[in-house]
């Protein structure tokens, strides 16, 4: 028995004496402690305890500012992640194959592509949260229409629930597939959703044009021509800082010349600026 005590008396010296090896400090802890320790000082019975909550609360701080920084160069890290799968969803299709010496990727066909880039969404989707994750899950069901139609269509239906701007893009999306498919009630049910939403990754003016082509579809020239006179008429009359007119967006261009077809005298009434002439010929103007 005084064998075994001896011997405990021996480990507990020995845990008790630090062996010499090299320490690690906490850079903030090397900073913000001996601040607190010699403000304690000036403080010495006078409310140590408030200043020691003080100090809680600065340390608090600055574990929280390094915490946003931290989470800033998540974001940039995922955010590249994104754009260099994006890129891949966007290369070039060339049946021979990538050119020699090139270093632009290329594939054989749309199929070959879309199963590339999937494959590159599905890690940033399983690397990175929030978001980012959420877009990703977006572009793979975008770019799996070239591999399963049909899984994708449900992918985009599934993420157009949601209020944030992938669930938009999803469901504006999900709205050309219907267009495809000659669903054409469905299509318009989702474009007015979209229109009506203030969400603004998606110009309105965007959603509207293609909301007009679908009623055109249908047979509704007239309302369609609403539509196109109402996209068209607001290009005219928009100015920039110096308050000059604008040139026309695509969607707006697009429209005055479907408004041409359908509704020419309608058409008549829109004065589209153009780079030589920004005032578009507006009688009372001169260039000189």
């Keep these: 028995m005084a064998r075994k005590k001896r011997r405990f008396e021996q480990l507990e010296a020995a845990a008790a004496t630090p062996k010499e090896k090299q320490v690690y400090i906490n850079p903030l802890h090397e900073k913000v402690v001996p601040k607190i320790e010699e ?31 931290y989470s800033k160069r998540s974001e940039a890290a995922a955010q590249t992640a994104l754009g260099k799968a994006i890129e891949t969803s966007q290369a070039q299709i060339n049946e021979a194959g990538p050119l020699a010496g090139s270093n632009q990727k290329s594939y054989k066909s749309e199929k ?32 799996r229409l070239y591999v399963d139609r049909a899984a994708a269509i449900a992918e985009l239906e599934a993420i157009s629930q949601s209020k944030s701007p992938a669930g938009t893009l999803a469901k504006f ?25 203030d969400d603004p990754i998606i110009a309105k003016e965007s959603i509207q044009f293609e909301l007009a082509k679908v009623l055109e579809k249908q047979g509704k020239a007239e309302e369609a021509a609403d539509i196109y006179f109402d996209i068209a008429k607001a290009a005219s009359e928009l100015k920039d800082a110096e308050g000059k007119p604008k040139l026309f967006s695509d969607s707006a261009t697009e429209s005055k010349k479907r408004l041409e077809e359908i509704a020419p005298e309608r058409a008549k009434e829109i004065v589209e600026p153009t780079p030589e002439n920004p005032f578009g010929g507006m009688p009372g103007i001169s260039l000189q």
């Excluded at 019975?45 to 701080?61: E, H, N, P």
């Excluded at 880039?117 to 899950?137: D, L, M, P, Q, R």
């Design 173 to 197: 999306a999900l709205a050309q597939t219907r267009i495809a498919d000659g669903r054409f009630d469905d299509a318009v049910t989702l474009l007015r959703e979209l229109a009506a939403s």
């Design 112 to 143: 070959e592509r879309a199963e590339a880039a999937i494959a590159e969404f599905e890690s940033v989707a399983a690397t990175y949260g929030g978001a980012i994750a959420e877009k990703a899950k977006y572009f793979i069901a975008v770019n």
């Design 39 to 69: 403000a304690g000082k000036v403080f010495e019975g006078k409310g140590r305890q408030l200043l020691y909550g003080v100090a809680a609360l600065a340390v608090l701080a600055i574990l929280i500012a390094l915490w946003f920084n």
